[in-house]
């Protein structure tokens, strides 16, 4: 089942449709709230600026959820001239690489945002991969059917494209999904992350067993979570991991407290080495203007003020990482 998302108010009109938007109050980091609209007839999304980056755990899986609602809603086929949300602007094609590959979006040339289908924001994040003759065989033959990851429309054997939304058939990485709701390892004993990125319809890339052609999303064996023929079945399989991931969000454990400081100790330290370099070329600076006179208004401050620099750097990196 799919969680109903927290609503911040009634959005504005979807420029493809003109169906009022659903405007989604999101958990963002640091205890921030994003607003994203969200079009469940034409299966669009509407980022202002960096709103997705901004987006923490709580609120991807919020968002995921939306979208696999979504697909319960009848598609409404994207006419061209789309325009800005805000502007009124034509937007245009902008393919941004990531380090999955390339990713396409819609963007404001004024630079007010951009929109993407829900299919265009998958594949940004990673989380899809191309569907194989195998795992079209196992989608088809299981109960559910194989369901166009953007639209949610049915599928068929000989369809190369979605027949609603003319998106290309792929599967859902739901183990790379689970890590990218949580990357620091908080559920990380939850079943759903022992399955690897590359997982396939014919072996479990957590243990190797074979899998069955009709057989369920899950390895028989070991209980890892494969990829899936939906958007709906994989936010079913993430779903189990909110509560976990809200808690996180509110207060790290000790241990990933301790994590994010190893990771700022080399940071910290090109800290210090900058303020010890700072430090020489000042005394440098003054032993040539003076000739080494010890004189406050010579400079003899300098190495003070920049050793309270390193002190406010290093609380400010503490702070931020426990609180964060």
Known sequence: MTTTP?????????????????RLSLAGHYGRQVEIDLCSPCHLVWFDGIEQAQLSGPGLLTLVGAMAAAHGVAHRTLQPGLRCLHCASAVHEVHNQTRWGKSLQLECPQHHGAWQTFGQFLDQRGLLHPLSSADRARALAHADGLRCVNCGGVISASDTRCPWCEATPALVDVARLARSLDPEGATAAHPVHRAATAATSLSCAACGAAQVAAGDWQC????????????????????????????????????????????????????????????????AQRRATWGGADHESAGEGLPLRWRSVLTWTAAAALAWWWWG
């Open 6 to 22: 927290a609503a911040a108010g009634i959005g504005p009109a979807c420029r493809n449709c003109g169906t009022t938007l659903q």
């Open 220 to 283: 028989r064996q070991c209980g890892a979570t494969l990829t899936t023929p939906g958007l709906v079945q994989a936010h079913a399989q993430v779903l189990a991991l909110g509560p976990a991931l809200r808690a996180h969000a509110e207060k790290p454990s000790p241990e990933i407290v301790r994590h994010r400081l190893q990771a700022q100790s080399a940071g910290l330290e090109r800290q210090r080495e900058r303020v010890a370099e700072m430090q020489a070329e000042a005394e």
